[in-house]
T-cell receptor
């Protein structure tokens, strides 16, 4: 089955700096890679996703890059703001399961200091 | 409904008590997933339903855990004889397509279960 590794586990940046979170996956059949943001005590919310037919996707200050050969993908947040502080999770489908349920990384706690 | 609704929001159970957690997915969503999220960890897969069929229950940690979705909409996760290690947030998610590879999940707010 799929294995997703995420790092770093914690990340502290100054407001306005960039933040990068990296994930690796093990199953070369995986073709969909979402990122979720979870604020304290709230539900995980999808912020951006990428499919394996593209190498990069951007949405305002957020971008995701995918390297299929190396089996890793990264979340990039530019011009960070205090409201970006949250836990971020990457995920990949588990094709070892029956229907490709998402397997999540352990999360990265991002703190943006004003 | 507009989103995925879970109830109760919080549940405190005495060890050995049975609990039932409810999930009402987005109307028309085919896929429904249950995840367990321990404090400071990522969501861990428990089970998956496609309409009323439970197609994957490989993540259920023991036979004390049981899930159903009899009419292909509302789902219930039942935990029998709760233990302290069952304390966690139980998240329900739904998606329009089949499985997790056709698009992102929409999560509910979760049920925080505390076993004392």
């Amino acid at each position: 089955g799929e294995n997703v590794e995420q790092h770093p586990s914690t990340l502290s940046v100054q407001e306005g700096d960039s933040a990068v979170i990296k994930c690796t996956y093990s199953d070369s059949a995986s073709n969909y890679f979402p990122w979720y943001k979870q604020e304290l005590g709230k539900r995980p919310q999808l912020i951006i996703d990428i499919r394996s037919n593209v190498g990069e996707k951007k949405d305002q200050r957020i971008a995701v890059t995918l390297n299929k050969t190396a089996k890793h993908f990264s979340l990039h947040i530019t011009e960070t703001q205090p409201e970006d502080s949250a836990v971020y999770f990457c995920a990949a489908p588990n094709y070892g399961g029956s229907q490709g349920n998402l397997i999540f990384g352990k999360g990265t706690k991002l703190s943006v200091k004003p | 409904g507009a989103g995925v609704s879970q109830s109760p929001r919080y549940k405190v159970a005495k060890r050995g008590q049975d609990v039932a957690l409810r999930c009402d997915p987005i109307s028309g969503h085919v896929s429904l997933f249950w995840y367990q999220q321990a404090l400071g960890q990522g969501p861990e897969f428990l089970t998956y339903f496609q309409n009323e069929a439970q197609l994957d229950k490989s993540g259920l940690p023991s036979d004390r855990f049981f899930a159903e979705r009899p009419e292909g909409s509302v789902s219930t996760l039942k935990i029998q004889r709760t233990q302290q290690e069952d304390s966690a947030v139980y998240l329900c998610a739904s998606s329009l397509g089949i499985g997790g590879r056709t698009g992102g999940y929409t999560f509910g707010s979760g049920t925080r279960l505390t076993v004392v």
